[in-house]
Structure formats: C-alpha cells, structure tokens
C-alpha cells in the first residue's frame, strides 16, 4: 500500500512539472505579450504608445528574453515560494489569487451541497420507482438542468431577481460589505448572493449524478442480498438505505477528489456572467492580457489541484475497494 | 401488475403535453412585448452648458468656508486654517447651475486595475491648463494664466502663491523643475523624449523664472503649445501622466527620497528590493501613480486611499485643494469616490439600471437605451445623451500603401473607387440598427460647431446612400465585368472583386454587426466583402505590419485633432488601430521625417505638413489650416465615414436625481476627460 | 458488474417449420439483439427520431428557410414572433398581418402596429430566395412562403427579427446546419485515437500500458480553457472562421480521446483473457486480425453509446466557446453565435425571442443523451 501511495506521489510530481510547461507554452502561444495588450489599453484611451517606448517596456518586465529564459526564471521563482508580480493587479500573485480563492471554496463547496442535495433524493427515487410516470419527470427535468447552457440561464436568473425582487445585482457582496471585515452579516450578505450562481452550477452536475447513481442503484437492487433484507422482514426504507445506497455512493466518494478543479474551471463561465470575485474570471482576464505570471500561476494551479485529486481518488478507491488492491 | 409498457405510456404523453404547455405558455410572455408600453422618457438631448472660470477679481470672495469634517480637523489644530490651505489665488467657479451643499458619497463602477481613465476623467484633473465646457476655450486650472511671447517661442506659466500638496507642503515652481531635471531628462527613468515638448523636431526648455512662475522655450513659434497645456496630452498633469513619467511636474519632496542624485543609489536599491521590485524605474512609476500609491501627494480634489488594484477604489477630499466657488466653499462638495470593480459590462450596465451608480457614463452601453429609460423612476436617476464631436463612430479606414495584393491595391488607391463605396453604404440603416437613430450619418469630419468645421456640405459630401451613382462610379473606372451573382470582377482576371474587411470585436459598438450590414449594402454596388473578426492585439500587429486592406474603428479624438491626431492621419504604425490603417507605411514616412516607410500620395503630404507647421502659427492662421485638413481629408476619402456625432462612446450619462449641478449636455471628448469640464468639484448631492 | 458472455456468428441449423419466436433469440445476431432491446426504451427511440430530424434540417435548411439569413433591414430591427392566424373569416386561410415599425421618441423601442387590413398569405411549397438543394440542384421551392406579389424576406417573421432586422428563423435553421455537423469530425477523430491508444494499452499491458496511462492523466490535467485560447490566438491568420473552428476542434478531440481510451483499454484488459481471443491466438491469427476482427466487434456497441455521448458535451463547448468569443464568430452563424449575440441586458429585458435557440440547444442535448443512453443498455443484450 504505502509503496502504491509513493509511486503515484512520484508520478504526480512528473506530471505536474510537465503542466508547468505546457502551462507556460499556452500563455506564451497568442502573438504578443502583455505589453502588447497593455498598449492596446492605452491606445483605446487616445494615448499613443511609440515603439521604443513599448520595447522599452518589455525590458522593464523581462518580456525581451528568450521563452525557455524566462520559464527558467520563473520556476526558479516558484520553487522558492516567489510566484511573483501580476503586471496586470501590480501587486503579488499570492495576494491576488488568495482574496479570490477562499471565495471560489466556497462556491465550489455550496454547488457540491446543492448537487448532492438534489442528485441523490432524485437518484435514489428513479431508481427504485423505475419506469414510473415520477421517473420520466425528475430525470428529465436533471437532464434539462444538463442541457441549459447556463451563461444563459446565469443572464435570466440576474435579471429576474433584480427586476421582480430587487436584489443586488452580480457579484457575492453587496457593495458596501465588499471590503469590510468579516463578521455575522457579511456572511448572511454572502450566502444571500451566493444561491444564485450554487444553483446555477449545480444544475449541471445534478444530471451526471442522477444518472450514475441510479445505474449502480439498479445493481445492486438486483442483487441478492436485497431480497434476503426483504425476506427477513426489513422495511423497504432500511433495506434501500442501509446497504445498496451505502455501495451505490461508492464511486461518489472516489472522485470527490476532481470537484474542485472541476469546479473552479466549469465555473468560469458563469462567474464572468455574474462578475464574481472567483479565481475563474481572474484567469480568463489574466490569458487575454496575457499577464504571465498570474496566469501561469493559476493555471499551474488547476493542473496540481487536478492531479492531487486523481492521487487522492485512487487512493480512496484503493482503500475502499480492495478487489482493486488484489489486482494490484 | 401493470405492465411497465402501459405506465410508460400515460407517463409520457403527460410530459409531453407538460412541456407544450411551458411552451405555449413562453410564447404567450414574449406575444406581451409586440405590444408598445414603457413609461414617458424625458428631454434627452439638453443644452450645452457648464461652470465658469470667474477671472474677475472683484468677483473674488473675500472669505472661505470648508466642509464640516475639515472645520473639526482645524480646530483640534490639525489642519491650518482654510483661507491658508486654498493659496492665495484659488481659482474661483461658478457653479453651472447652483451653490452646492457639503457631502455625499459618489458610487461608480469601474472595470478593473486597468481602468485608470476612469478615475482621471471623474476626479484626475491636474491639468496645467483646461478646456472649459464649451471644449473649445482654453481655461486656467493649475496654473491661474499664462502668456505667449508675440513670436510664439515663450510661454510662460503662471502659478498659484502658496497652493499646496495634499500633505500640506507647498506646491511650487520646484517641482516643475524637479520633474523637468531630475524626471524628464534622466535617460533611464524617461528614455522616449516628449514629442509635443518640441516644435519641428527641436525640443523646447523649461525653466524656473521664480517659485510660481515656469517659462518654456523653444526654438521656433509654437502657438498651439498652450493647447497643448489643455488638452490629455504627454504634459497633462502628474495625476494623468504619473504612471508614466510624464506630466510635466511631480511632487519633489515625496519622488526624492527614491531618487539616487537625493539620496544615492543604495538606498534606492534597498528601497526597491525592500518593496519586492527589481528594477528601479518600475519602482519609480509605481510610486508616482496617482491611482495605485495612497502615498503620493496629489493636487486633486480627491485623493485615491485605496488603490486601483482592489475590489473598491476609493478616493478622498483633499484638504488643500485650489478651488472654491463663488460663495468661497472650498471644493469639492462630495467628500468621497467610491468605485467598485465589476468586470463584466452586461453586470456593469445592469447595476447602473439599478441605480446602484450616482453618475455614470463610463462603460454604458448604448444599446440598453431603452432599458435604461424604462426604469429610470425605479433607479431614481435621469439618463443624458452627450453627443461627441467627431465624425465617425464607426470609420472605415482604407489601406493606400497596401502591396500584398496589387489588384486589390490599385483599386485602394484610386478615389472613384473610394467614394464608391462610400456611396454605397446606407448610413440610415446603420444609424438606426446600432445607434437607435440618435448618430449623425454623414463623412467622418468633425462637428459643425467646431472653429475647425469646413462648413456644413461637408457633411454629406460623398456621403449619401447613392448605389445608382456608385455603380455608375464603378462602372466608369473600369470595374465592368460582373459575374453570374452580380458581384464585379477583377480586372487580372482572378476572379471576383472582395475586399477582406476588419474589425475588432467586445468594442463599445459592435463593429462585425456593423460591417455585416454594409456587406449587404455592398451587394447592391456588386462588391463584395470579406468580413473577419480578430483579437485587438492581433489587430495592432497586423495594422503596424501593412496587412490590412480595410478596417473599420472609431475616430474620436479627431474633434482635437491637433492633440489626437491618430485618426485623422497615420500619425504612427506601430501600437496603434485605425488611423494607422490609411496607411502604416506613410506613418513610418512621418514618423522617420522621409527616412523610412513611403512617401505619401500628395494630398496626404499637404495635409501632414499642413498639420505640422499649425502648432507654430496663430490662432486665426492654425483655423484655416485646420479647415483646410478636413477638406482634404473629405475630399480624398481615406476613412469613410457612416454615423457619428453621437452619445455611443461615453456619451449616454446616467445621473442619480439625488445630484445638483449637473449639466443638461457635455462635450464629450477625450481630450477634454469629460466630465472634467463640467468641474465634477461643483456637483454636490442635494440631500 | 458482471461480465457479459459474447456470442458469436454460429450458424445453428434450423429444423424446417420450428421457427418459434421464441427460437429466434438463439439464432438472431448481436446487432438484431440490440436493435430488440433498443426498441424497447421508448424515450430512445423518440429521441433516435429527433437526432435524425436534426440532420435531415441541416441537410434542408435552405429548404425550410424562408429568407436568405442575411438580409438586413433597420426598418424590421428587433420584431418580436407573428402570429400566423389561421382562418380568415371561416376559411382556412393562413396569413400574417402586415406589420409597420418606428422608433418611439419617448422610449426609444422599437415599436411595431400590426395592420389588420393587409393580409399576407401564408402558403406551404410557396416560392422564395433561389438556392440549390444539396448544393447541386437550383430552385426557389421553401416549405413555407408568402404568395405571389410579396416578398418573404419583408412579410413573413415566424421567430422575429434580430438587431439588424434578419428572419431568426432562417438564421437558427442555417446554424443548426453548422452546430450538428460540427461536432462530427471531432468525435470520429477522438474515437479513432480513443480505440486506437486504449487498444494499444489494454492489449499489450505491461510499460506500453503505464505510459499511456501516465500520458492520459496529463492531457487530463490541462485545463482545456487556457488551451482553446492559445489556440485560438496562434493559428493562421487568413484561414477562414470555420477553418480555423474545425482545426480547433479537431485539437480539442486530441484531448477528448482520454476518456473513450480508458473505457476501451477496460475492455481490452477484460476480453484478453477470453477463450475465443485465446483461440485466434492458438489459431495463428495476426495481432491485428486478433484486434480488428474479433475484440473491437464486441464492445463496438460501447464504443457507439460512448461517441453519441460525446456529440453533447461537443455542443455545449461550441456554445459555451462562442460565448467566450474564442469559437465561431460572426459573420458566421451557429447556435453558439446566435445565443452570443443574444447575451445581454436589453435582449432578456425587451426582445427575449432572441434567446429562442437555447430551445434546439437544449432538444439536441437531450436528443443526445437519450439516445446514448439508450444505446448503451441495448449494448448490453445478454444483461437485465
């Protein structure tokens, strides 16, 4: 077991320098660089920016060196805990990132709950009332959730809460809790905000789930044990809740471990649409200026979330299922 | 047991029916909005008006009053009293409309660290000199006068008697000199020398004359220099230009304490390593940043303490600003700027439907008119229109040193063709799909007020809809041959005529939607056009590296054109869209001074030495050189022009009705900063 | 779950007058077997009929169309859907009353008056624009058109009209042709690399298998947004919007080919230890005649269920890519571009018709996992 953990530990450290250069090549393949784009601002403000000026910009930020210099430059930063300066924000990456990050958490933990919330009732249902007319109506309404592309549905559900409940517009705070200090109301303000885009992005998962859930329901229910637990006496609620639900939620647990990466970048979408301070406009803003070190760090970011939880995943999976481990 | 096969039927044929249901019932919601409704709108385009420049010493006040918070700060002894803190000539206004009330918080939205403009065109205004709201007339501002030597080659400055930072110490002569001396001429810190600091290629000189009056001396006549002083330019003020170096002057005692001659390179090493910078000059512009430094001293009225790069930018009164109204009130009325990010526009636009936004123009959208309008009574706002001066909101720029393709060049380069297309484009169409028929349509010269104007047949000069003339046009010069779908053929007989056309896309108008409908246009005068939609950056490169036949852009700025020129002409190849699109090669000629690039056709090189020599030559003289430019420009049809004149770029306002002094009309321009010359020191929040 | 036996092509012989129906499960072949258990799921069946619409629109769009998508007009900006009435008197006439525009000064909407008077008639196989049905033949036959003396492309608006005055409807038809087809080349070039590697991988097992696996879990780990706009960014620049689009899409299965490799590398592993692979083995045959002919046909249904699967998740990227401004752009029209254009204020506030083609968006989607579905439990013929 603990050679199994280490091996993989090994292989994901070499698959996360690997994203760290193809991270780096992503940001660097746009024609241009951040001066350019920087200069693309200023030029749509009637400033004219001459071409010495804009070399010597370059200079200022290191932008005049070869690729692989300044990579070189950069994971030698990185390594030492530097990740350096957004040119973009002008501050450091860290602090950047970091006042969206727990935000993004949190998001990313409330859309979980809600699709567990509503997937696994749902699951369960559909499955044991197979083919019934209440099966038809909550799968197809988990799939139409699947199906909405939800930029849009982001768009419409913005607009009717402000137009027929007058709520705040976008964003997780109202404007006078945006930078106050934590407290009890600001977080009631949070969670008041935070519903819209949870549901939103919940509503694609809820499908996925549904499905999967009651695919494994429907095996096992099938199995033998089940209709001993009947035989036997025990209620029908017992025999589904104790044990089949138990091994149907199975694979949930082993891939809870890619819901944050997940998240984080399925969200990217809907965050921009309702101007969240998330981690994913952040970095969809940070490619188009092509503000390298940001970006880079975000991006490097994901790909160690990502393979952190395919290590965490099987990881579980070995430990819960040993039939896995006998294999191996 | 029922079989499941019956279940499933009944099962299904109820959801179907469901979702007939949900369907009819959605048409039924959109059926509502045929219907014509929406509450009465106002008055929208007012009267150009604003607040004056009182120049009458009799009309001076002879006693000031400061805001109540300051009155408090004074006595517990921490300010000097207020007729100190204003200097001893304070630049008095009149205020548009009233004599305004103390307070309030002014909520704006911005869109990120790199929307520093909005906070310069609200609050930045530390000009030298000023336009004042007609945006024809300059004004004085930080300097109370100034006087042009009768040959033109001295201006001299004067300032104001014991005007001071916002910290208090005095602002004078010194920092001028500093910035000039120790900024300005320091090759590291500022290695790109100021153009519009030179006249015909020869730098000017600034120098002290004593602690409140600055001389600039230049070889030849330089007339225009004092527009220069006015106008959003290289020598803008220090809250504008900071960031870059420039501005022409600085605050000496904060910037020498990072300056090696001050306290020698050493220090300044530590200081930048101790702030987590590696290179100095970075060091430098981050500290002289009006919107990222709290620290730096300002002479604005308000003073950025929290910076840009946060979720909020807030800026604060500051206690030693210059200006008060007649009543003697030290400005500004409104004690803070609150701007909070909202990085996506629709969210941006939407909170201003809200009414979470006091005054607005910045980012709105004219598109949502209509929704704006439909609630203003729910946001408790009035929604102005402030229509630009310039001619084209949308301009078509066409390449005439374009060489990739000789064909395609020949036809660039000869006017018929030009002036065909432009007849064949039906400006009130456009004018109504995309400025909800509030544009002028028209040719791509400025406004009708302007001392520059040719006169008003300009206007419309080669710039009807007239396809029976354009096909008469393409026809005589030799574009005869069509084929089975009616498009022309190309005279090398490769095949059609297609010009490869531009555009840029996210952009405050939408520029491919635009040029579609002219692509419909063009099928009438048997043109056809390719349309492509790239990335901004990729537009640049490609303009500065000659590949483009024909892009489409605004020209704002050319109602200044002699401090914007980069639309009127291809002022510059590189880092630049649109003006540079008539032609980067005769850009890099002008640039060069005829060493590089090609000379241009020989309209376009009177109009660039017409425009040169009028920096030097007075008032009267530079207006009829100015008209002259506009009449070439016309004439030859370089960028053809369809709608402008109108509020699309920053020119629909959203005003809370909490505000008092608010103009009916501005003039919105980007050289004037609009609002700066409607004095956002005089608007006050009336409860 | 449990393994499915295979049955092979074994020619059983039949006695003459015992053809039972209950016999002919024996003898039917695998794909009879699935086609039975398919039938079975209605709601497969029915979405089966709504993916085979879809295409049958992209291949008719001109047909079904009643303007040339193109054509503007300011004076049609922003009409909302007319009714089409049905009789006219008692009847059955159908026509659409002629409708006239202005700008209201107050509020600046557009605002249209219906004009009861003029009535337009609506016919079916009416004549309109010209075009050539599947690109060869030339006609100017529509499903639906106005009658003689009027001009479809200024009377008849089944969906509306957007910003620049153009028929919607036309419009969705003719992106709905671009938005289905599309997705096509990049899930049959992700299916192929999909069965070609995981093959590789579940077949030969041992270090070929490892650094497959460890090259999937790269591709896996980089996050597709940044990479899309790389793309987007680096590719040529005269290439045409849809050039560029397909060359996109065609990187973008290059990483979508990791999940169908693992589902047929499992497969792989599972049917290497069968006796009939075994048998070929003994029996001489070549590894790729092993691979070809004997494995890929027993989880070929799988392979099916898993591409009809991917078609969706191609079409929300499409859409969502749009959005983004990094997918199809205008002038090119797709469901993507049209729901683009239709993202923002004033269209959900004033004209929210536009946002109509999120509807074939969410068919589609739907039609697509159902029949997937339906795919895979038919795939499985000897299981529940």
Known sequence: MLAYILRRLLIAIGTVWVISVVSFAIIQLPPGDYVTSYIAQLMSTGTMVTQEEAENLRAQYGLDQPIYVQYAKWMWQVLQGNFGVSMEWKRPVTEVIGDRLLLTALLAFTAVIFTWILAIPIGIYSAVRQYSVGDYVVTCMGFIGLAVPNFLLALVIMYLAFAYFGASVGGLFSPEYIDAPWSWSRVQDLLKHLWIPAIILSTAGTAQLIRILRANLLDELRKPYVVTARAKGLSELRAILKYPVRVALNPFISTVGYTLPFLVSGSIIVSIVLSLPTVGPLLLKALLAQDMFLAGTIVLLLGVMTVIGTLISDILLVWIDPRIRLEE | MRGPWQIRKTGESRWWLAVALCFLAACGWMGGYAVAAGPAGSDLLGKLEGPEVVTDLAQFPKSFKEAPQLVELVKAGKLPPVQERVSQDPLVIKPVHETGKYGGTWRRGFSGPADFWNGYRCCGHDKILFWDYTGNKVAPNVAKGWEISDDGRTITVFLRKGMKWSDGHPFTADDFVFWYEDIYQNNELVPVKIPVLSINGKPGKMEKVDDSTIRFKFEDPYFAFVDVLAGATDLGGNALRGRELTGGFAPKHYLQQFHPKYVGKEAVDKLVKAAGQDNWVNFMKLKNDWSLNPELPTITAWKTTTPINTPTWVLERNPYFYMVDTAGNQLPYIDKVIMTVTENLEVLNLRAIAGEYDFQARHIDIGKLPVFLENQVKGNYKVYLDPADSGCDACMFLNQTYDADPEIAKWLQNRDFRIALSLGIDRDQLNEAFWLGVGTPGSQVLAESSPYSPGPEYRTMHSTHDPAKANQLLDSIGLTKKDAEGYRLRTDGKGRLRIELITVGGQFLQFTQIAEMIREHWRKIGIQADISEIERSLAITRSGANELQAQLWQNDGTEHFFTFPGHLFPFQAENALGGVNMGPLWARWFRSNGTQGKEPSPPMKKLMEMWKKAFGVPQDERIKLGKEIWRIAVEEQWAIGTVGLSPAAQGVRIVSNNMGNIPARQYNSPDGMTPATSRPETFFFKK | ?384
Request: net charge positive.
């Open chain 3, 1 to 384: 779950m449990a393994e499915e036996a295979v049955l092979h092509d074994v020619e059983t012989p039949v006695v003459p007058g015992t053809t039972d129906a209950g016999e002919r499960i024996y003898v039917a072949s695998q794909w009879q077997l699935m086609w039975w258990r398919f039938r079975k799921h209605h709601l497969a069946m029915a979405a089966g009929i709504v993916v085979v619409c879809f295409y049958l629109v992209a291949i008719f769009a001109d047909f079904l169309a009643t303007t040339d998508p193109e054509l503007s007009d300011a004076k049609r900006s922003l009409m909302p859907p007319q009714r089409i009435h049905w009789f006219d008197g008692w009847r059955l006439r159908p026509h659409v009353y002629a409708v006239k525009g202005a700008r209201d000064p107050k509020t600046f909407k557009r605002v249209y008056q219906v004009d009861p008077t003029q009535k337009i008639p609506v016919s079916v196989f009416a004549r309109g624009f010209t075009y050539k049905l599947f690109g060869l033949i030339p006609t100017d036959r529509h499903l639906l058109g106005v009658g003689p003396g009027y001009e479809a492309a200024q009377t008849l608006f089944i969906l509306g009209t957007d910003v620049q005055g153009r028929d919607l409807w036309s419009r969705l038809l003719f992106a709905t042709r671009i938005s289905v087809s599309i997705g096509l080349v990049g899930v049959a070039l992700s299916l192929f690399l999909g069965v070609l590697l995981g093959g590789v991988s579940g077949f030969y097992g041992g270090w070929i298998d490892t650094l497959i696996q460890r090259i999937i879990e790269i591709f896996r780990s980089i996050p597709t947004i940044p990479l899309w706009m790389g793309l987007a960014a680096a590719l040529p620049r005269d290439w045409s919007i849809l050039q560029v689009y397909f060359a996109i899409t065609i990187i973008i299965s290059l990483l979508g080919w990791t999940e169908l490799a693992r589902v047929v590398r499992g497969r792989f592993l599972a049917l290497r230890e069968e006796d009939f692979v075994v048998a070929a083995r003994l029996a001489g045959c070549s590894q790729m005649r092993i691979i070809f002919v004997h494995m890929v046909p027993s989880f070929m249904s799988h392979i099916i269920a898993a591409t009809t699967l991917a078609l969706p998740a191609m079409i929300i990227s499409e859409t969502s890519l749009s959005f983004l401004g990094l997918g199809l752009r205008p002038p090119a029209v797709s469901w993507g571009v049209l729901l683009q254009q239709a993202q923002n204020v004033q269209t959900v506030a004033i004209s929210p018709w536009l946002m109509l083609p999120a509807i074939p968006v969410i068919i589609a989607v739907l039609a697509f996992n159902f029949l997937g579905d339906g795919l895979r439990d038919a795939a499985d013929p000897y299981g529940h």
